[in-house]
């Protein structure tokens, strides 16, 4: 499945009332980096205007993007549009590594590409340099949007080695 996303990442955790509105899938994360806490939130469609995460002042980047699962039913022209890739089979680490570098490289125009792992918590490529880094513990496998988090992550120009830790604030 294709579909639009859009993120805000900020340097403060928004209260509760930032998810009430939210009629679609979200994902909100707190994920440390460099000995500061980040809130990263991520929606399934567009972000209305006034929307409260922007409200305060805090969020330093916005992401907008196209997101697809990489499962084996997906068209490769949707692959071809999409920014990030998600697959939502867990794997063991090697596997998932085999399986990521394969999508980055099929597929360049993929900027972060991203599965569960088998043992527990996630393994993420960035499609520039294709280095895959295991991260994201505590966030379950049935969160595809944390590729999304990451994928703006990226284009706030952080690099996925800067991530410490990333805990679920709320899942869809």
């Not at 679609?24 to 500061?36: D, Q």
């Not at 399934?44 to 929307?51: F, K």
């Not at 997101?67 to 990030?84: H, K, M, S």
């Not at 043992?119 to 496998?141: C, M, N, Y």
Request: with cysteine; charged share 25%; aromatic share 4%.
């Amino acid at each position: 499945m294709m579909r639009f996303v859009s993120v805000r990442l900020g340097a403060a955790l928004p209260g509760p009332r930032a998810l009430q509105r939210d009629a679609g899938p979200a994902l909100l994360l707190r994920v440390r980096a460099a000995g500061r806490d980040y809130r990263v939130l991520a929606r399934a469609g567009l972000t209305e205007s006034g929307d409260p995460l922007g409200a305060d002042g805090t969020t330093v980047a916005a992401d907008e993007h196209f997101a697809a699962d990489a499962g084996p039913r997906l068209q490769g022209r949707w692959w071809a549009c999409a920014d990030v890739l998600h697959d939502r089979h867990p794997r063991p680490f090697a596997d998932t590594v085999r399986r990521l570098n394969d999508i980055t490289a099929a597929h360049p125009g993929c900027r972060l590409a991203a599965a569960p792992l088998a043992e527990g918590g996630w393994a993420a490529a960035d499609g520039t340099s294709r280095t895959v880094v295991r991260l994201a513990r505590r966030v379950p496998p049935g969160e595809p949007l944390l590729a999304s988090c990451l994928h703006a992550w990226l284009v706030a120009g952080h690099t996925l080695r800067d991530i410490e830790d990333i805990r679920l604030v709320h899942g869809t």
